[in-house]
């Protein structure tokens, strides 16, 4: 299993060259405008950071000189076409947004990426003050190919926090939980059913469901796969003590019907003031401090996910923006990846609430602070959140199979199944089509 010392030690030796490339290009002389008058084409996923870079993109081509031609359509569509595109060798776009926690495993064995590292490490192609150690570890990490390749650059890392109700909790005397025990404790406390308030809401959904199942199982210390993509771990003790405390929340906690839940029904009812705690992306939080749409806007609270029995760490899902080995325009789309990876668009995208940047500097930038509508307690779950972040999902490429997988029989498990029998089945199920996929 992968331990979060070796993933220190691996961020480390990552980040070490970096600090060597910002004294190098602080004897540079970087020129935005060395690309002048080339064209490139930029495609997108139809996502808040998308949103962003279109916003701010007349600023990069004044900034520049180069014209941008920009796509952005919904994921569903942008990832089986940014695939063709890119098996065929001839991609009509010169700079790409991917889904690292669905993509990552598939960019590597494809090839389909520039390595970024000459690029960073050339003084004269980036700027003095782009700061690779501004970066998080484990986006670095994600981004980072086995052999030792920077792929992509993270524009965004969100992460799974804890959502909670003020007012609900301190009707009932109850503290906000700091472990799984606690949560549990707390689910089972707050759970009104007479007044239509559940104690807990979360994924029900097949394939949904996988990531907060993940995140339990994170607090054990362990995975869903083993480190070389190989063997599944979903059938091992911890893997079923994990399945078994979800079945509880969901079974005895959740509202009615929450076998149907993905993130919008969970957020809608949270919001609705009709559940105390939810346990899921903050990115899904900027409609909770709405008064157009929000109930409890000035009773929501943030903090981290509550601590296994064997450590606390936060699910995190990456999306990236990287160079396609085959584009015609690399000098001009590595200024663009350059940009939209930078510190002042990562302000952007927090300010705007477009996600949580994987930089660190923008959650403590007092003006990006002081311009948001979220409070304090956001950004520091957030900051705390991205330093304890751990992949929610395996690096494998058939990861939309396993989820599938996997999510039925967590929803069998909520209409009552065995959570040993379940998780047996759905590994004896995909450990083939894991094999298959490797032996490719």
Not at 232 to 261: H, N, W
Request: aromatic fraction near 8%; glycine fraction near 8%.
């Amino acid at each position: 299993m992968i331990r979060r010392r070796h993933l220190l030690a691996a961020s480390a030796g990552l980040l070490a060259a970096p600090s060597i490339i910002e004294r190098a290009n602080a004897q540079s002389a970087f020129d935005w405008k060395q690309a002048k008058g080339a064209k490139i084409e930029v495609n997108f996923q139809l996502s808040p950071r998308g949103a962003t870079v279109k916003q701010y993109q007349k600023e990069f081509e004044e900034l520049t000189g180069i014209q941008v031609g920009f796509e952005q359509i919904p994921e569903q569509q942008q990832r089986p076409k940014v695939a063709m595109e890119m098996a065929s060798g001839h991609p009509g776009f010169d700079v790409v947004n991917v889904g690292m926690h669905v993509q990552k495993r598939l960019i590597e064995r494809a090839k389909w990426m520039e390595d970024l590292r000459p690029y960073i490490a050339n003084p004269s192609l980036t700027a003095a003050d782009f700061d690779m150690s501004d970066f998080f570890p484990a986006g670095m990490r994600v981004a980072t190919g086995p052999d030792g390749k920077i792929n992509v650059l993270a524009l965004n890392q969100d992460l799974f926090i804890l959502m909670y109700n003020k007012d609900l909790l301190a009707a009932k005397g109850v503290a906000v939980p700091k472990t799984h025990a606690e949560m549990m404790d707390a689910a089972i406390k707050l759970t009104d059913k007479d007044k239509g308030i559940a104690g807990f809401v979360g994924r029900g959904l097949k394939n949904a469901n996988v990531v907060l199942y993940d995140n339990i199982l994170l607090g054990y210390d362990q995975e869903t796969v083993t480190p070389d993509g190989k063997t599944l771990l979903t059938d091992t003790p911890a893997a079923i003590e994990a399945a078994k405390y979800y079945q509880r929340l969901m079974r005895e906690c959740a509202p009615p019907g929450s076998v149907g839940f993905n993130w919008n029904e969970a957020q809608t009812t949270f919001s609705q003031g009709r559940a105390a705690m939810w346990w899921d992306a903050i990115g899904f939080t900027a409609p909770l401090i709405d008064k157009t749409k929000s109930k409890v806007v000035d009773s929501v609270g943030f903090t981290l996910v509550p601590a296994g029995p064997k450590g606390q760490w936060s699910a995190t899902f990456m999306d990236a923006v990287g160079i396609p080995a085959a584009s015609k325009n690399k000098t001009a789309a590595w200024l663009y990846v350059q940009w939209a990876a930078g510190k002042t668009m990562a302000n952007n995208y927090l300010r705007g609430g477009a996600g949580t940047p994987p930089r660190a500097s923008p959650y403590t930038n007092a003006d990006v602070r002081a311009g948001s509508p979220f409070k304090p307690d956001w950004f520091d779950t957030a900051l705390a959140s991205l330093k304890i972040a751990r992949s929610g999902l395996p690096e494998i490429v058939p990861v939309t199979e396993f989820r599938d997988t996997i999510g039925v029989a967590l929803t069998n498990m909520i209409g009552g199944a065995d959570a040993a029998t379940e998780l047996k089945k759905a590994t004896e199920a995909f450990q083939p089509v894991l094999d298959k996929s490797n032996a490719a």
